[in-house]
């Protein structure tokens, strides 16, 4: 019998914990090494340090590596990153130099294809429109500039890079689930058309890919896990037939359930079909199994044909942001602050000159503070323009310039002068598959290429859910938070935010779903009026996701609200109150 490819990832995001692949490698065994470094946010990070000089790639990869490049090399473990980011080869390039210090000598691979930056030209001419997948607009001459455009590339230019003898791969924007799918496809054998297996291994690569938030981290219950401090990095076990197990090492922190995994399965999705640039994964068709302490197995899952379109994410160049923020204690908040706002933009000469100007007055005061902070609300005032000299030193003059002429009680919150900061807006769109070609150089220096016209693809079937066997629980109620009972994580999907909330128990979810539509979400979450709301039932999960359409504007990078990820959301949503049946609040407290 194959045994399991024990799959271990460190790093969820660009900046995550640096010693923990030192603390995978330490913890037991594994066969891969992955780590996941690329948000779209993250891609027009790198260009902003490519233009001032910096590394392209996701340095604090190399220091990782720095720790554990030896123990890997001496152990045989395969490494597998996408830390390449918009210079894949100059990762590869100071990875072999790293070597040559540590007197080892793996075999290296980098992935290209997936900068379509110099092909705009040639895939408008191809018919390409680059329409916007948020808004609908076609990217023109008018439309923001673009600064990266990167295609998600598929998990074969992985599997091929392994099976030709590589130790080491280094990628760059490819989809965070085939950092998982390419590894099983080199260890199993998996052709491209096994699409059950090839949706097995994305969900689990789904569920580790944000490093320790599969293992506790963020948790929406964190006060049930015993050792909630400094949980240990997740391990996905691939076999044959593309189910798996969640687990982590023995002796660390955090926690593997059912309900960790449920967190991270409905975070950052949309619909019930996850699309994959190879396979097409049904969420609804997991089944989630809590095999023993820290074990979780995902089994049952089904996949079809991918789409016959890659997503590519272009990042545009926005405008330059400054804000200043002024502190308004005591009473009269709504007042003082339209003298402020007033005050402000007579010492600017007006609103007129800049491409957007928000005041935004947060009611951080609470009414009948006895200590002096917590009776103190905030003006924000934010200033947007694409010319960089409209901003700087003369929005904090103007500020300041009311010091001792505005209303009673004014200071400011960040008295240090601020500089205008560059911001993106993410412009997500699709491109044919057949016009994206995977690219491998390969540890010989030799390439392969992958081209999307060689994959079968289909329009995903739709799946309906099922109604619940279980009978909705009524009686007397309370009124409680929703978070009482209900576990919920919320991410960022370009311009979109998202909202999974789930169930610990069959008549919990029962109640979800007959009692949480959408108008009772808007009726909670007022905010979200105006935008358009998807509904999605995963009983599986036991879960209801919400996605809401628009909320973050032009995307985390545009700097247009206070949470640009929607990170908080779930939890704020959690504090609503709601009326729900007393046996419910019994069943949650047994």
């Not at 699309?275 to 997991?286: A, E, F, K, P, Q």
């Not at 590519?312 to 402020?340: H, R, W």
């Not at 006895?370 to 409209?390: H, M, P």
């Not at 009726?523 to 998807?534: K, R, T």
Request: with cysteine; hydrophobic share 40%.
């Amino acid at each position: 019998m194959t045994a399991a490819l024990r799959i271990g990832n460190v790093s969820g995001f660009y900046g995550d914990r640096l010693s923990a692949a030192r603390e995978m490698l330490e913890g037991g065994d594994i066969d891969v090494l992955t780590g996941d470094y690329l948000a779209e946010l993250t891609m027009y990070i790198l260009w902003k340090a490519k233009g001032a000089g910096r590394p392209g790639y996701a340095s604090t990869f190399l220091t990782q590596m720095k720790e554990v490049l030896g123990t890997c090399v001496d152990r045989g473990i395969k490494i597998v990153v996408n830390a390449g980011g918009l210079d894949p080869k100059a990762l590869a390039d100071a990875i072999r130099d790293l070597a040559a210090e540590k007197n080892v000598s793996p075999a290296i691979a980098y992935i290209t294809g997936d900068d379509l930056m110099p092909r705009l030209d040639e895939l408008r001419e191809a018919g390409v429109d680059f329409q916007n997948m948020d808004t609908g607009e076609v990217h023109g001459e008018s439309s923001p500039t673009p600064a990266t455009a990167n295609a998600y590339l598929g998990a074969r230019g992985i599997a091929h890079a392994l099976s030709a003898g590589a130790d080491i791969v280094i990628c760059p924007r490819v989809t965070d689930a085939s950092l998982v799918v390419g590894p099983a496809m080199w260890k199993f054998g998996w052709d491209m058309a096994d699409y059950d297996r090839l949706a097995g291994a994305v969900a689990a690569g789904h569920v580790i890919e944000c490093g320790a938030q599969a293992t506790g981290g963020n948790y929406a219950f964190f006060e049930e896990i015993e050792n909630p401090i400094r949980p240990g990095f997740p391990i996905a076990e691939i076999y044959p037939d593309g189910s798996s197990t969640i687990t982590k090492h023995e002796g660390t922190g955090g926690l593997v359930s059912v309900g960790t995994v449920t967190a991270q399965l409905v975070y950052e999705v949309g619909e019930r079909n996850y699309l994959n640039t190879d396979v097409t994964l049904d969420l609804g068709s997991i089944e989630l199994t809590q095999e023993g302490p820290d074990r979780v197995r995902l089994s049952g899952v089904r996949g079809q044909a991918p789409p016959s379109t890659v997503k590519v994410t272009m990042n545009c160049v926005g405008t330059y942001n400054q804000s200043m923020t002024f502190a308004i204690p005591g009473d009269d908040v709504e007042a003082k602050a339209a003298l402020a706002q007033a005050g402000m933009l007579e010492a600017l000469g007006g609103a007129a000159q800049f491409d957007s100007v928000d005041f935004r007055l947060v009611r951080t005061d609470q009414p009948g503070a006895t200590l002096n902070e917590l009776s103190v609300a905030k003006l924000v005032a934010k200033f947007s323009s694409y010319d960089k000299d409209k901003l700087g030193r003369r929005i904090f003059d103007a500020a300041m310039s009311l010091a001792l002429s505005s209303y009673p009680g004014i200071y400011f919150q960040d008295e240090k002068q601020q500089r205008p900061t560059q911001t993106g807006l993410a412009w997500p769109c699709l491109v044919p598959q057949e016009l994206i070609t995977e690219r491998v150089v390969l540890p010989n220096g030799s390439t392969a290429e992958f081209p999307g016209s060689e994959k079968k693809t289909a329009q995903p079937a739709v799946f309906v859910a099922e109604a619940p066997g279980t009978d909705v629980p009524e009686g007397p109620t309370e009124t409680v938070s929703l978070g009482k009972v209900f576990g919920a994580r919320s991410g960022d999907k370009g311009a979109h935010a998202n909202v999974g909330i789930w169930g610990r128990s069959d008549t919990a979810y029962a109640w979800l779903r007959e009692h949480l539509t959408v108008e009772a979400f808007l009726g909670i979450f007022p905010e979200a009026a105006g935008h358009e709301v998807l509904r999605v039932e995963l009983p599986n999960l036991k879960a209801v996701n919400f996605l809401i359409r628009g909320l973050l504007g032009g995307g985390a990078a545009s700097g247009g609200r206070f949470d640009p990820q929607a990170k908080g959301l779930a939890e704020f949503i959690r504090s609503r109150q709601v009326d729900l049946p007393r046996s419910l609040l019994e069943e949650q407290n047994r």
